[in-house]
């Protein structure tokens, strides 16, 4: 394992983006928010991803020079049409725009449909809550996932994040709706290791914790069995009818074809409804009463990330040998 | 169990409703929220519940003559004060009022402060769902689930509640954070069953199917672990800032006190957005996409409330004779 620098390795992505077509401003952007992703520790959406999403520009499953378009504004909600831009840039400016809406009307939507994978959904949530926002944003995705009682995929696992402000340390939920990804399976399954609960089926239809097995039967999860799945199900809903996009079972099943996600943004201004003393107080309040049911035992969403941030500034981001090597070579 | 009629069980709870003092358009309205939670087939929110609220009158805990009041507005947010009225009227005329701000401004947001107890949490999304809007809500509890890492109660399962319109039957999603009410392990442990998964922890804080094990350590398990945990705490977090009302950790821990709880019901004017006939496309194909999945053998969110419904209307709605016979002595 490589440690790389911090401004070392965005400069290293933008430049291949740059070289890939990239107005220069807008490679900045993209690779400061894969470099930022690995930067906080979600390893698998950061630098990690970085060649597939190479590769979708290639096969033009992502236009580079594709901006978002507004279509429809109905007050505080609007509609955008991605145009197949890069994921994460749509989504950046998804979230600022839903801040900027929430800023005169309390509250902002901005339902964006045609839009590519966003990497970390984490970062919008930060965006938000960095802006003293509380964000609200969620994706659907290629169905991934089998719903409750079935054997097949059919939903996505559509990651949702929930993000509130607090100047001692933002709460950042972002959580998918399979209890592993299929990431964490081949993770562990590497390490030799069994699950520490229930992550999916066998090939016989029982429930393991034996992530290879689960890998093999495709049939990981959802978090709460029929919750998750449910949960799943309406995220997608709200996501293709408020964009007008595309809904799970339309999207192409090829990870390196998946295009066309319908996503939501939400910004609701806080600072404008209460003092921010107030709100911090009533958020530290709220954080010391959860971590005091064990201290050092339990940890709130988000909590691990600025300690990791901190780690991988000062120590540089952790990369994996054949990725750095790779990355060179793009 | 009996099989009353529907007219005559909202008439009964309404009569007991005028005698505490209700006026009686308010008991009327009160009253048959409690009957149609019953009507569709979710009994332990319904007249099973009502004897709680009964006394939840009488000992102070709701304030029967008291309407919510409008503290704040920001645009498309506006906080109410629910001043301790009873829950399911305030959760209504909530939803109701984020229905009308959204029909101006696309996006409605009602932040409700000392509230009490709602019933059944998907009433509001019925509600919205019937007015063709999206709807999403959720309500802050009594610390009564433990969060990932702990061994007691510190966070609220928070029900939440997401409904989307859809013609052919609305897709309801109303679910706790924890994998099973206390309600619904007393129901398995009288059966003599194990539950279908995990639900919790034994007194060695191993994970068990054994309802009756779960209800001695007070130890259910959050929807996927640490997600539901962390969902769980995010939720309250929204509620009491947006709302300015209480948190969990502030909520008295007797069930017959739980009062002053922190609400947010939000509606998006769906209708306004897109035609009727193109959303209602949209919806049908999600469901149907999901439930080809494994026909007969999948569900979504709320299928079962219509169908309940309509032979609960048809053969009068299901009562212990002792619970009849307790609301006549009321």
């Given at each position: 394992m490589l440690r790389v620098p911090f401004p070392e390795l965005a400069a290293t992505l933008s430049g291949i983006l740059v070289r890939t077509g990239f107005d220069p401003a807008r490679a900045d952007h993209c690779a400061r928010l894969f470099a930022e992703t690995t930067?906080?520790?979600?390893?698998?959406h950061g630098v990690e991803r970085f060649p597939r999403f190479f590769e979708m520009i290639r096969n033009g499953s992502v236009d580079i020079h594709a901006t978002p378009e507004r279509v429809q504004q109905l007050g505080a909600i609007?509609?955008?049409?991605?145009?197949?831009?890069?994921?994460?840039?749509?989504?950046w400016s998804s979230m600022a725009r839903a801040i900027e809406l929430s800023s005169e009307r309390g509250?902002?939507?901005?339902?964006?449909?045609?839009?590519?994978?966003?990497?970390?959904?984490?970062?919008?949530?930060?965006?938000?809550a960095d802006a003293a926002m509380?964000?609200?944003?969620?994706?659907?995705?290629?169905?991934?996932?089998?719903?409750?009682?079935?054997?097949?995929a059919a939903v996505g696992n559509n990651p949702l994040v929930i993000a509130v402000p607090r100047p001692a340390g933002p709460v950042v939920l972002d959580m998918a709706m399979s209890q592993f990804?299929?990431?964490?399976?081949?993770?562990?399954?590497q390490s030799g290791q069994l699950l520490p609960v229930d992550g999916g089926f066998?090939?016989?239809?029982?429930?393991?914790?034996?992530?290879?097995?689960?890998?093999?039967?495709?049939r990981p999860l959802p978090i709460g069995y029929w919750k998750g799945s449910g949960l799943a199900m309406v995220l997608d809903m709200m996501a293709a009818?408020?964009?007008?996009?595309?809904?799970?079972?339309?999207?192409?099943?090829?990870?390196?074809?998946?295009?066309?996600?319908?996503?939501?943004?939400l910004a609701f201004n806080l600072a404008k409804l209460c003092p921010p003393e107030e709100s911090a107080r009533t958020a530290d309040a709220i954080v010391e009463s959860v971590l005091a049911s064990n201290p050092g035992g339990v940890r709130y969403p988000g909590e691990q990330v600025l300690k990791t941030r901190t780690e991988n500034l000062a120590l540089?981001?952790?990369?994996?040998?054949?990725?750095?090597?790779?990355?060179?070579?793009?």
């Open positions: 930067r906080d520790g979600v390893y698998s609007e509609r955008w049409d991605g145009r197949r831009g890069p994921g994460n840039l749509n989504a509250i902002g939507c901005v339902a964006l449909a045609n839009t590519n994978h966003w990497m970390r959904g984490g970062t919008y949530g930060w965006q938000a509380i964000g609200i944003c969620w994706t659907n995705t290629l169905a991934n996932l089998p719903p409750w009682g079935a054997p097949v990804s299929y990431g964490a399976l081949a993770t562990w399954a066998d090939a016989n239809g029982n429930l393991t914790r034996d992530p290879a097995a689960i890998e093999a039967s495709q009818l408020l964009s007008g996009g595309l809904a799970t079972h339309q999207i192409p099943i090829e990870p390196l074809r998946e295009t066309s996600l319908s996503q939501v943004f540089g981001l952790p990369l994996r040998e054949a990725l750095w090597a790779e990355l060179r070579r793009l």
